[in-house]
């Protein structure tokens, strides 16, 4: 388990994007927070790296946005409207594709959730201030949790 704290929406748009940066195809990160924790923020900051060139805004009333760019699709959920009665439609082809899956609300759907995953705590510490702890759950994404904190990001 790492953390690390932002000071702005900026630096966390750009912790974001050195996370995203770290990411493979097919990887799942959740994250958990409460409302205006900067969870779609971060989201921001991951579909820069992965050189996604629409808007990211939240989903929250879609459920889910699809986005793609020369070489990688990315899904971002969003569950805060929806309980596991409410799925109407196969979620785990969408996480086990090999595109960047990003949930937030993901505990909502906490049956469905697959058993690797990068789960991503945001709390909110100060009007501008939040703290990421991010924690690898399973081994396959170990490697990327290991890499936070390297002298790159
Ligand atoms: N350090 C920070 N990181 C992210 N957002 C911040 C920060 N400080 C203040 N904010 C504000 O908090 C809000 C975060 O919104 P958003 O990312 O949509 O949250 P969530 O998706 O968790 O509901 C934005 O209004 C943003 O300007
Ligand atoms: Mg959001």
């Known amino acids: 388990m790492k953390e690390k704290q932002t000071r702005s929406e900026k630096e966390t748009i750009n912790l974001g994007f050195q996370f995203g940066n770290l990411l493979e195809p097919g990887a799942?990160?959740?994250?958990?927070?409460?409302?205006?924790?900067?969870?779609?923020?971060?989201?921001?900051?991951?579909?820069?790296a992965l050189k996604i060139t629409q808007t990211i805004n939240s989903p929250s009333y879609t459920i889910m946005k699809s986005y793609k760019s020369s070489n990688q699709d990315f899904y971002h959920?969003?569950?805060?409207?929806?309980?596991?009665?409410?799925?109407?439609?196969?979620?785990?082809?969408?996480?086990?594709?090999?595109?960047?899956?990003?949930?937030?609300?993901?505990?909502?759907?906490?049956?469905?959730?697959p058993k690797e995953y990068?789960?991503?705590?945001?709390?909110?510490?100060?009007?501008?201030?939040?703290?990421?702890?991010?924690?690898a759950v399973g081994n396959k994404f170990k490697k990327v949790i290991k890499y936070i904190w390297k002298d790159y990001f």
């Open 28 to 48: 799942v990160v959740l994250l958990k927070g409460d409302l205006a924790s900067g969870k779609t923020t971060f989201t921001k900051g991951i579909a820069q």
């Open 77 to 113: 959920f969003d569950f805060y409207r929806l309980t596991e009665e409410g799925m109407d439609f196969d979620f785990e082809d969408y996480i086990n594709s090999s595109a960047i899956t990003v949930i937030e609300w993901p505990f909502n759907v906490e049956s469905l959730l």
């Open 118 to 135: 990068i789960l991503i705590e945001i709390e909110i510490l100060e009007e501008n201030e939040r703290k990421f702890k991010f924690t």
